[in-house]
DNA sequence: TTGGAAAGTCAACAAGGCTGACATAAACTG
DNA sequence: CAGTTTATGTCAGCCTTGTTGACTTTCCAA
């Protein structure tokens, strides 16, 4: 036990921490497997539907900003134009997003959910969000703190701007 | 700021957390941003050997279980044999990997790295663990340790058994 | 010894990434 | 106003990595 955890030691008035690849190794597995169980749920409804996970991130990120333009949701999710074409074609043809020519800027477009796409919507971050919450309460308060931080580090620094960019925050 | 974070009450001596949907979503968005970070660096790396994610993750399992069998291999990754033998043969091929026929039954292939291979490995676990420590570092212990624990939580059950299932647990 | 189960391989298909080329319309610029 | 840039969409074709189905080899148990 010791000898797996990460090691504190004071120095000069700082934290230093000591980790070995082992531990380190170990962080990176954690993600590898919990990423897994964080899709699996929605894996699973979306199967239902015939959609991947390329739909449900158009539709969490629609749902989240509505009204963005297919831009700016490109540079959120990081594709090419032409692969998340496909899947706003397929989402649009089978109405659940609307996508309406911009008013001020007539060659935007802004993107949508209806009625049908914010109820697969809720389907989807429902039982992505339980299983969040379960664990999130199985960890307890400071690990929840210690989990967003960590994360927050591990993102490009581009991404943390889409992460931080619908709060309270400056721009 | 008050608004933003989990609010944490005492009663009958146990600690409760209030989540909004709002602070779950940004967990949520948290992991998926992160596990881009997290994958970035040894995406690059790979894209020079004309490889994947899922050669990749061959790799390091393989490095971290050498000898295990493809059977093993296949529970770890939760793929079918057919896909995992597609990038195995590549390694074989490409001598990073080494396909040892098993003594006690011949049925069985146990996996090496060669000593190419497991250059390999150490040139994308290298990345990956400096993306880990950095954040690590950047985040402090108390945040490491919260980490690991909730992610620990957002495993399948059966995962969590391949996370454990190297140290000094029993079995 | 024979039939089923288990491990692995081959073939073919689909989703969803990618690049490149090109079209259209709108906005901007000199 | 002419020419350029921007936003979006589309077609074609490629790659990785998932899938299912069919098959071989090997092992083991009845």
Known sequence: MADRNATTV???????LFLTDDQLRRGIEAM???????????????QD????????????????TPGTTVNNLLSILGVTKQSLN??????????????????RDKRERHLFLTPKGAALERALSEAQRNRMRDAYRA???EAVAGFRTVLEQMMNQEMRRHYLDDGDGPR
């Open 86 to 103: 496909r899947v706003l074609r397929t989402l649009v043809e089978d109405d659940l997003v609307e996508s309406r020519v911009g008013t």
């Open 32 to 46: 590898f497997f919990a990423y897994r169980g964080f899709t699996a749920d929605p894996d699973r409804i979306l």
């Open 139 to 141: 960890a307890g308060p």
């Open 10 to 16: 004071m120095g000069r008035g700082e934290s230093l």
């Open 49 to 64: 539907y015939g959609y991947g996970r390329a739909h449900h991130r158009a539709i969490h990120f629609i749902n989240r």
